[in-house]
Nanobody, 132 residues
Framework: QVQVVESGGGLVQPGGSLRLSCVAS????????IGWFRQAPGKKREEVSC????????YYADSVKGRFTISRDNAKNTTYLQMNSLKPEDTAVYYC?????????????????????????WGQGTQVTVSS
């Protein structure tokens, strides 16, 4: 069973930076996608960014493009979300999710996974608050 644990949330001023970490382990299939999602109070969960183990493809929601960067350290089984130029509207609980597959996950599959949120394993979430 895949286990997912996030960390790194906190309080930051507008314009500041934070880096979230996600350790995902227990994969039994050859390929996987890792996604970051967020949910603000009273709002629906939305995708933030996703990355594929197949070819390193990445996807970003328009709201974070150019400010957030997703990356992966395979040796540490860790995926990072570097968040720069944070805005108050980025305030939310951020969740990491993992989905393993027996076939490669090229960009078009990653995009669909990310937008639909079709991930089988989810972390407990970490709070990010952007406020002065």
């Amino acid at each position: 069973q895949v286990q997912v644990v996030e960390s790194g949330g906190g309080l930051v001023q507008p314009g500041g930076s934070l880096r979230l970490s996600c350790v995902a382990s227990g994969f039994t299939l050859d390929y996987y996608g890792i996604g970051w999602f967020r949910q603000a109070p009273g709002k629906k969960r939305e995708e933030v960014s996703c990355i594929s183990s197949s070819d390193g493809s990445t996807y970003y929601a328009d709201s974070v493009k150019g400010r957030f960067t997703i990356s992966r350290d395979n040796a540490k089984n860790t995926t990072y979300l570097q968040m720069n130029s944070l805005k108050p509207e980025d305030t939310a609980v951020y969740y990491c999710a993992a989905e393993s597959r027996s076939e490669p996950i090229p960009f078009w599959k990653l995009h669909r996974l990310c937008v639909i949120g079709d991930f089988g394993s989810w972390g407990q979430g970490t709070q990010v608050t952007v406020s002065s």
